[in-house]
């Protein structure tokens, strides 16, 4: 039961906190994530940009993801998983990787903009809607420590955190690590990115104590070859890990009308 004094606070709090979120956007008014538009209210993108996303949605390849033009039929794979099948069981992405999408990504990545996980994450909580269950871990991709200590933090891990707390998902930041300071993947072929982060990662000694038998679930801001989070995948496995899907903001598709420009 809730004294009198209790209700006398939760009155005041909530009205200064409602004021102070005003005050700010007077002074600091919110602008579009992606062009910096004025817009409405804050974390968003203005209309014209977000018309410009490209949701991935039905009908689309049950293992990797990628969107199909029309649909193939139940079980239908895609050219890409029958010619190279991953090591991991699902991927989700929340867009086609393209020009918003690219900004939203170098701004989180580069621009020291992490609140920025909290838009993506909302958009890929819809598009991991069949991954999530009880007995999943989110895992994010890791950053050597010299890189993160010069970006000040790791944008899959925001990302992982945003998720966490959409979908009530526990994070473990520390599943994997990267044990090499690879070279960013921007400008490379699809051969020179695998060789480029084969090895690069390694499990928890103790992952299986930490998973206690839950489905480890991969997060990354942008999937491209795929190199970096089936060298994860791998690690994982490697540590002894049985289920493990994947879900990123972005892909890059064939065919989009997209140029692969990001690390």
């Given at each position: 039961?809730?004294t009198?004094a209790?209700?006398v606070?939760?009155?005041?709090?909530?009205?200064?906190?409602?004021?102070?979120?005003?005050?700010?956007?007077?002074?600091?008014p919110?602008?579009?994530?992606?062009?910096?538009?004025?817009i409405?209210s804050a974390d968003a993108?203005?209309?014209?940009?977000?018309?410009?996303?490209?949701?991935?949605?039905?009908?689309?390849?049950?293992?990797?993801?990628l969107?199909?033009?029309?649909s193939?039929?139940?079980?239908?794979?895609?050219?890409?998983?029958?010619?190279d099948?991953?090591?991991f069981?699902r991927?989700?992405?929340?867009?086609?990787?393209n020009?918003?999408a690219?900004?939203?990504?170098?701004?989180?990545?580069?621009?020291?903009?992490p609140e920025?996980a909290?838009?993506?994450?909302r958009?890929?909580?819809?598009?991991?809607?069949?991954?999530?269950?009880?007995d999943?871990?989110?895992?994010?991709?890791?950053?050597?420590?010299?890189?993160?200590?010069?970006?000040?933090?790791?944008?899959?891990?925001e990302?992982?955190?945003?998720?966490?707390?959409l979908?009530?998902?526990?994070?473990?930041p520390v599943?994997?690590?990267?044990k090499?300071?690879?070279?960013?993947?921007?400008?490379?072929?699809?051969?020179?990115?695998?060789?480029?982060?084969?090895?690069a990662?390694?499990a928890?000694?103790?992952?299986?104590?930490r998973l206690?038998?839950?489905?480890?679930?991969i997060?990354?801001?942008?999937?491209?070859?795929?190199?970096t989070v089936?060298?994860?995948t791998?690690?994982?496995?490697?540590?002894?890990?049985?289920?493990?899907?994947?879900v990123?903001?972005?892909?890059?598709?064939?065919?989009?009308?997209?140029?692969?420009?990001?690390?």
């Amino acid at each position: 039961m809730e004294t009198g004094a209790g209700l006398v606070k939760t009155d005041v709090v909530g009205p200064l906190r409602r004021f102070g979120g005003v005050l700010l956007d007077l002074i600091y008014p919110p602008v579009c994530l992606s062009c910096d538009a004025p817009i409405s209210s804050a974390d968003a993108l203005c209309a014209a940009c977000f018309r410009q996303l490209r949701p991935i949605t039905a009908p689309m390849c049950p293992v990797l993801g990628l969107p199909f033009e029309v649909s193939l039929g139940p079980g239908a794979l895609s050219a890409e998983a029958i010619a190279d099948p991953p090591p991991f069981d699902r991927a989700r992405s929340a867009v086609i990787y393209n020009d918003v999408a690219r900004a939203l990504i170098g701004k989180l990545k580069y621009g020291d903009r992490p609140e920025l996980a909290r838009f993506c994450a909302r958009l890929m909580a819809q598009a991991g809607t069949d991954l999530w269950a009880d007995d999943a871990v989110l895992v994010p991709v890791p950053l050597h420590r010299a890189r993160q200590f010069s970006r000040r933090y790791n944008q899959s891990t925001e990302l992982a955190r945003a998720l966490g707390k959409l979908t009530g998902l526990p994070v473990d930041p520390v599943l994997v690590l990267r044990k090499k300071n690879t070279r960013q993947q921007v400008g490379l072929s699809g051969e020179a990115r695998r060789r480029n982060v084969a090895g690069a990662f390694a499990a928890h000694a103790d992952l299986l104590a930490r998973l206690r038998g839950r489905r480890a679930i991969i997060v990354d801001d942008v999937i491209t070859t795929g190199s970096t989070v089936k060298s994860v995948t791998r690690a994982l496995q490697a540590g002894g890990a049985a289920s493990i899907d994947v879900v990123s903001f972005a892909r890059v598709v064939v065919g989009s009308d997209a140029e692969v420009k990001h690390g």
